[in-house]
């Protein structure tokens, strides 16, 4: 496989509203992400993918564009982005923007037009059908965010489509001059200078609606080949999918070079390892360490040569990894970086969301009112409807809910952690005063060093980037160990997944002559002589 820039890069995501407000509005902006360029330089990153900064009416912040060319009011503007593109371009940074195309907000004017009459050019923009003949919704598909997937418009008399809010309308991609239109923007973009884009739920815009098809649709390929012909193709970019249906069959299908589609997928296959089949990550089940392992491990091999991987723990949907799957209180350092070795070592290509370089955590807000997120609300009335208990809907929400990962950065200890000299759009979390970045870049030991390390240590290591991947200590629960390696080295990572001490000795292979400790969580590490992990310990051994 030719070699390209984004396998050995590391992608940080910033979350426009949160990340850092420069004219204290409350809302983070443009401006902000410029005056903290620098800290990511430091950190080490090669590329920013930017939530959606477009204009929109906000009800799923950004993910509902009234605008693709034209940049939201409290965000900023134009002029602001092109800066932000040159100034990220001075420190060899790339940004990726996020193409939201499987639906607009229902205020753009595609769709204001659409739903005027049956007979508007842009009618046929968008997925209308007519009610059944008993006067109902055309079929039970449903909606992501909870309820039916179709929405009754009044003036016409017909149902539109949406696989999210009812505002946020799918958009007709068997419309030729739908996907001229997106093709046409996507251009606008790539050339102003941006790196690529992460495509939101791209799984979805093949959907055939009267067959009840909506994700992995049979034309989807076919539809991304085109668009990467349109428009990415001969340009060096990055291109990565969201794709929550994927198994590692398709994921070849998106991101085999040979095919021509995208650089590659996000799969959330260990992400919903612990999620409910009805519903979903609201009613969240005990994690099965082995399944979670195996799930990795596939990943990794099969993939091999034929595509290549995402790595990720966190993004805007998801939960606080450190909260999640390490112990935000008395081992949160340890589990922090613990995570993040097991993550940063594996083959592909690793995101990193804001905050979690320096540990940020979920938050506990005690009422509903507290909370922004759509989802959040919309399942919420849902689930008490189907009889779950407040007690039980607000632990799930404190558990997975989105806002864990929207509360404002915490850059300090002053007043709303830093992030703005006015009330925030969403509360900081009330850690802010021991959880911050000025903390971390005063501790030589902080988790921020820890990610700076591992980002330069797969700069310096080729081995990190391409090495084969293989799974030690299987049927061992506690232990997350791997070795990584090629024809010159071997590097052998090894990660306590548990809060307590597990018995472990190093493998004969490792002996203090032949091997070099790169990377602990703990900072007298013995290279002979070990018994016991202890809690969350993890380290990495080049042999
Ligand atoms: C996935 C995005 O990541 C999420 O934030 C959004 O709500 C949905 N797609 C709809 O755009």
């Known amino acids: ?33 410029i005056s903290k360029l620098d800290y990511l330089d430091d950190l080490g990153i090669d590329v920013i993918w930017l939530s959606p900064v477009y204009s929109s009416p906000m009800c799923d912040n950004g993910y509902d564009i009234s605008n693709y060319r034209d940049i939201a009011d409290e965000y900023g503007t134009m002029d602001d982005i092109d800066r932000l593109i040159q100034e990220a371009s001075k420190r060899n940074i790339k940004i990726i923007m996020d193409l939201v195309v499987n639906h607009t907000s229902d205020e753009h004017f595609w769709f204001k037009e659409s739903r005027k009459s ?9 997925i209308w059908r007519d009610p059944t003949d008993d006067g109902l919704v055309p079929n039970d598909i449903d909606s992501i965010f909870s309820g039916p997937a179709w929405t009754f418009d009044e003036l016409t008399g017909q149902y539109y489509f949406h696989l999210f809010d009812r505002r946020q309308p799918d958009l007709n991609w068997e419309n030729k001059e739908v996907r001229d239109k997106i093709y046409d923007m996507m251009n606008f973009w790539l050339d102003k200078g941006v790196g690529g884009f992460r495509m939101d739920v791209i799984d979805l815009i093949a959907k055939e609606v009267d067959r ?6 049979p034309r989807l390929h076919t539809l991304l080949k085109e668009m990467n012909i349109a428009t990415f193709g001969d340009r060096d970019v990055l291109t990565v999918g969201e794709t929550w249906g994927a198994t590692p069959e398709i994921a070849k299908m998106y991101s085999d070079p040979k095919r021509n589609e995208l650089s590659m997928i996000f799969q959330f296959e260990h992400i919903t390892i612990d999620w409910d089949e009805v519903y ?22 099969e993939l091999t040569d034929e595509g290549w991987n995402s790595l990720f723990w966190s993004n805007h949907d998801l939960p606080r990894i450190v909260s999640k799957r390490g112990d935000e209180g008395l081992y949160r350092v340890e589990s922090a970086k613990m995570l993040a070795t097991l993550l940063h070592f594996l083959k592909g290509t690793p995101y990193i969301f804001q905050g979690e370089e320096i540990g940020m955590t979920n938050v506990k807000f005690d009422s509903l009112e507290d909370y922004d997120d759509i989802e959040t609300h919309n399942f919420y009335k849902k689930n008490i409807k189907d009889g779950f208990s407040h007690e039980d809907m607000m632990k799930a929400i404190w558990e997975n809910g989105r806002d864990n990962a929207r509360t404002p950065i915490q850059w300090d ?14 509360k900081v979390n009330p850690n802010y005063k021991t959880i911050n970045v000025e903390l971390a870049l005063e501790d030589d030991n902080s988790i921020f060093y820890h990610y700076k390390r591992l980002i330069a240590l797969r700069k310096e290591m ?5 090495g084969d991947f293989q799974l030690l200590l299987e049927e061992d629960p506690s232990i997350f160990a791997y070795i990584r390696s090629d024809a010159e080295n071997k590097l052998l990572v090894v990660c306590n997944v548990t809060g307590n001490e597990i018995p472990f000795i190093l493998p004969d292979f490792i002996s203090p002559i032949n091997s070099r400790l790169i990377i602990t969580n703990y900072n007298d590490q ?8 202890r ?8 042999i």
């Open 526 to 533: 013995p290279l002979k002589d070990i018994q016991n992990l």
């Open 212 to 217: 009840k098809i909506t994700g992995n649709g």
């Open 535 to 542: 809690p969350y310990e993890s380290f990495a051994y080049l």
């Open 462 to 466: 080729d081995l990190i980037v391409y």
């Open 1 to 33: 496989m030719e070699k390209k820039w984004w396998q050995s890069s590391v992608v940080y995501q910033i979350y426009p509203r949160s990340f850092k407000d420069s004219n204290n509005d409350g809302i983070g902006d443009i401006n902000g992400m």
């Open 280 to 301: 979903g990550k609201f009613k969240p089940k005990p994690l099965d360490m082995l399944e979670f392992k195996k799930v990795i491990s596939k990943w990794q091999t």
């Open 118 to 126: 049956k007979d508007n050019p842009y009618r046929d923009y968008y």
């Open 413 to 426: 200890s002053t007043a709303n952690a830093g992030f703005s000299s006015t009330k925030p759009w969403l």
